[in-house]
T-cell receptor, first 114, second 116 residues
Framework: AQSVAQPEDQVNVAEGNPLTVKCTYS??????LFWYVQYPNRGLQFLLK??????LVKGSYGFEAEFNKSQTSFHLKKPSALVSDSALYFC????????????FGTGTKLQVIP | DTGVSQDPRHKITKRGQNVTFRCDPI?????LYWYRQTLGQGPEFLTY????????KSRLLSDRFSAERPKGSFSTLEIQRTEQGDSAMYLC??????????????FGQGTRLTVV
């Protein structure tokens, strides 16, 4: 069975500071990893993904994530946080073996303080 | 194309009634997914279609739930004899198929169901 853990319910960061939102995963095969963001009253929006290749992937709005196979982690990062980044962030994983089911974490609320 | 469209956006129903939700995926997206999201939780996978074929179903999809995608375009999710525990946001997503195409899913804004 595949699973995702987001250990922090909420992350607070000052505007302009770097941010990290943590994610660890478990799959039996090769992982396909995703980050989505959810703003209030809006649907989930895709930020970035790791399928294969470079461990550092870049996505929308200046976000990036680092895949670490040995630590089974896929942490989301941004060098300089904006107040508009405040939202709910979800990490997700799919087993690359062919099934389409994507398993999401419970989400981390990011609060960027002006 | 403006993205994945879901209808209605909100639904309030009495316990025991049947409800049906509709999802229109992005044009030419072969894959369609249904998820359920409750407060404080991430989306939970319910089912997946490739074209008109329902290829995966979660254990969460009890016999009161049924999903269809009859022509491989729009999909419906029906809940029969609704229970208060069915109150949630029901999300639909779609993605294209094909070697080398993006594998991420594009989500609609969801249908919020409240069972009273």
């Amino acid at each position: 069975a595949q699973s995702v853990a987001q250990p922090e319910d909420q992350v607070n960061v000052a505007e302009g500071n770097p941010l990290t939102v943590k994610c660890t995963y478990s799959v039996s095969g090769n992982p396909y990893l995703f980050w989505y963001v959810q703003y209030p009253n809006r649907g989930l929006q895709f930020l970035l993904k790791y399928i294969t290749g470079d461990n550092l992937v870049k996505g929308s709005y200046g976000f990036e994530a680092e895949f670490n196979k040995s630590q089974t982690s896929f942490h989301l990062k941004k060098p300089s946080a904006l107040v508009s980044d405040s939202a709910l962030y979800f990490c997700a994983v799919r087993d690359g073996g062919g099934y389409q089911k994507v398993t999401f974490g419970t989400g981390t609320k990011l609060q960027v303080i002006p | 194309d403006t993205g994945v469209s879901q209808d209605p956006r909100h639904k309030i129903t009495k316990r025991g009634q049947n409800v049906t939700f509709r999802c229109d995926p992005i044009s030419e997206h072969n894959r369609l997914y249904w998820y359920r999201q409750t407060l404080g939780q991430g989306p939970e996978f319910l089912t997946y279609f490739q074209n008109e074929a329902q290829l995966e179903k979660s254990r969460l999809l009890s016999d009161r739930f049924s999903a269809e995608r009859p022509k491989g375009s729009f999909s419906t999710l029906e809940i029969q004899r609704t229970e208060q525990g069915d109150s949630a946001m029901y999300l639909c997503a779609s993605s294209p198929t094909g070697q080398g195409l993006n594998t991420e899913a594009f989500f609609g804004q969801g249908t919020r169901l409240t069972v009273v």
